[in-house]
Nanobody
Framework: QVQLVESGGGLVQAGGSLRLSCVAS????????VGWYRQAPGKGRRYVAG????????YYEDSVKGRFTISRDNAKNTMYLQMNRLRPEDTAIYYC????????WGQGTQVAVSS
């Protein structure tokens, strides 16, 4: 079964940037929509960015529009999230999955933004 491994998180100051990666092992990432979810402390998991199989269609939650960019490399079974102009409210654990999220969740990658 496909396993998802997220990486690239860290601690940054507000206004900084991070690039998250998600690698799918044991199979193809998906020919459907895939994306990034995040779970802030004490809150539920939210879908914040998505991308279609060939990358021609993307989705962004309003709070990240203009700051985050999602991309994928199907040959590498990898997906990315470039996060610019980070804000303290972006602090969360970030996960990748299909939409809907039908694969087992990975461990996520922690993003912490200090003010």
């Amino acid at each position: 079964q496909v396993q998802l491994v997220e990486s690239g998180g860290g601690l940054v100051q507000a206004g900084g940037s991070l690039r998250l990666s998600c690698v799918a092992s044991g199979g193809t990432l998906s020919r459907g929509e895939v994306g990034w979810y995040r779970q802030a402390p004490g809150k539920g998991r939210r879908y914040v960015a998505g991308i279609s199989w060939r990358g021609g269609s993307t989705y962004y939650e309003d709070s990240v529009k203009g700051r985050f960019t999602i991309s994928r490399d199907n040959a590498k079974n990898t997906m990315y999230l470039q996060m610019n102009r980070l804000r303290p409210e972006d602090t969360a654990i970030y996960y990748c999955n299909l939409r809907p999220a039908t694969l087992p969740w990975g461990q996520g990658t922690q993003v912490a933004v200090s003010s």
